[in-house]
């Protein structure tokens, strides 16, 4: 079982930046891929980024393409989604989540930490 702890949600104005981090602890060893998704009130999960644990190619959202990166760092068994220019529709409850297997989906979860931003 791999464990996932988010941080650096928060508040923020429209136009501005946060960066969320995710470390993982446990039996990394089995980590195929690590993405980020959200959940805004009254809607559904939705898938924000991804990026395999031992690949090079990000996937993202059309949603956020081009204002969130999403990167890792394998040493430290982080992985990072760099939000620039917030929109209030980026507004959400955030969670990192890792696949253990290619095509089997995501079989960990955090806890979720809240990005807010106000228009």
């Known amino acids: 079982q791999v464990q996932l702890v988010e941080s650096g949600g928060g508040l923020v104005q429209a136009g501005g930046s946060l960066r969320l981090s995710c470390a993982a602890s446990?039996?990394?060893?089995?980590?195929?891929?690590m993405g980020w998704f959200r959940q805004a009130p009254g809607k559904e999960r939705e898938f924000v980024a991804a990026?395999?644990?031992?690949?090079?190619?990000?996937y993202y959202a059309d949603s956020v393409k081009g204002r969130f990166t999403i990167s890792r760092d394998n040493a430290k068994n982080t992985v990072n989604l760099q939000m620039n220019s917030l929109k209030s529709e980026d507004t959400a409850v955030y969670y990192c989540?890792?696949?253990?297997?290619?095509?089997?989906?995501?079989?960990?979860w955090g806890q979720g930490t809240q990005v807010t931003v106000s228009s």
């Open positions: 446990g039996r990394t060893f089995n980590i195929y891929a």
């Open positions: 990026i395999s644990w031992t690949g090079r190619t990000p």
């Open positions: 989540a890792a696949s253990s297997a290619a095509g089997t989906g995501y079989d960990s």
